[in-house]
């Protein structure tokens, strides 16, 4: 290895599987009662990564949220935020994370300078910093010209920029995000979506994300887990969960009905439609797939008008492993029948979270 290269290959950022973890849990579980909202969860989160947790209402996402940030005890198991334990140092959990809700914490009375400069006055920032962090947030998330203004004049995609703004006025090296696109137009979810990468690509922060969004997962988040009744049911990178998922095909479409049956005796697995004139052949969409497909039509002279690949999507994964999930356990519960009291998932502001 010459000089070059050795130096190239020390500046290289370590790849996630090398980084240390950002947070790491341990049988986590949680109860209310007879009532289990959380089931035994195993996470380990490389510093410097997205990772989206996904699941239906009432999965346990942001019970999961509520512990790793502090704001409610486990019942059972071990978990450690930025190195600390969650429960022998709460107080260096805390100083290490930020954490923005489902809703926006912003008092609507107070112009945007005036919310983050309260936020710096309860990280006990000295004055001076306090402005110089709240100008610097302002510019950053492209708020300068309305810094003045009262925050209910806000449309929603500039208060869940704020709202985030103030999240890194504490220097969080973790943010968890609780579905913060929630409500938002496709720009504002964008934008949102440009700013969540760069807090990753330029200051190394962790984001722990929730989403009921699966484009959003897909688009940001380098590994994701599911999470339904409690249970992780999958995890991994969006591309290995879509190869969890049996569906993926490719479709041709012909000229007319004797290009469709001929091509149809090649593959004895396709499925012809005759009123469409298309041909599905199941089939992963790779790259080989598809030049063995198409040298088969090839060689027998046979030619397609169209073609199209269809690969199973987040959705697909989704809708298939909860449902999954739900039949394992509808019937755990025909066979061990019980009654549990209702709990509900609620995010403190993180006003009171601060203090």
């Known amino acids: 290895m010459d000089a070059d290269t050795a130096a190239a290959s020390s500046a290289a950022p370590p790849s996630a599987t ?24 195993d996470l380990s989160i490389p510093e410097g990564t997205i990772f989206a947790l996904l699941g239906p209402n009432g999965a346990g996402k942001t019970t999961t949220v509520q512990i790793l940030t502090t704001l409610i005890p486990a019942t059972a198991g071990q978990a450690q935020v930025a190195g600390h334990d969650l429960t022998r ?26 919310n983050l400069l309260l936020m710096a006055d ?3 920032l000295p004055r001076r910093e306090g402005r110089q962090r709240a100008a610097a947030l302002l510019d950053r998330f492209d708020l300068t010209e309305a810094a003045a203004k009262p925050v209910a004049t806000f449309s929603g995609g500039m208060r869940r920029k704020l ?20 409500g938002l137009d496709p720009r504002s979810r964008r934008t949102m979506w440009e700013i969540i990468r760069g807090l990753v690509a330029d200051d ?48 041709l479409r012909f000229a007319d009905p004797d290009g469709l049956e001929s091509a149809a005796a090649l593959f004895g697995s396709a499925a012809p439609d005759r009123e469409a004139l298309t041909l599905q052949i199941p089939g992963d969409g790779s790259i080989p797939t598809l030049r ?11 030619e397609a008008e169209a073609l199209t690949v269809h690969t199973p999507d987040l959705d697909d994964v989704f809708l298939t492993l909860t449902d999954r999930s739900r039949r394992s356990d509808r019937t755990a519960q025909q066979a061990h029948p019980r009654t549990a009291p209702h709990s509900h998932d609620s995010l403190n502001s993180r006003t009171e979270k601060a203090r």
């Open 204 to 251: 190394g922060v962790t984001i722990f994300l929730t989403t009921q969004y699966l484009d959003e997962a897909d688009q940001l988040a380098d590994r994701i887990a599911v999470l339904d009744h409690g249970k992780l049911v999958a995890e991994g990178t969006a591309e290995e969960l879509k190869r969890r998922i049996p569906g993926g095909h490719i479709r």
């Open 89 to 114: 140092s709460p107080g260096a959990v805390r100083s290490a994370i930020g954490v923005t809700g489902q809703f926006a914490a912003l008092d609507n009375l107070l112009t945007a300078r005036e």
């Open 18 to 41: 090398t980084r240390s973890p950002a947070i790491r849990t341990l049988g986590l579980h949680k109860s209310y009662g007879d009532k289990v909202v959380l089931d035994g969860i």
């Open 163 to 182: 709202d985030l703004a103030m999240t890194l006025v504490g220097n969080p090296r973790i943010i968890f995000l609780d579905e913060p696109t929630t």
């Open 292 to 302: 063995a497909v198409l040298d088969v039509l090839d060689s027998a002279s046979i």
């Open 122 to 124: 309860l990280h006990h």
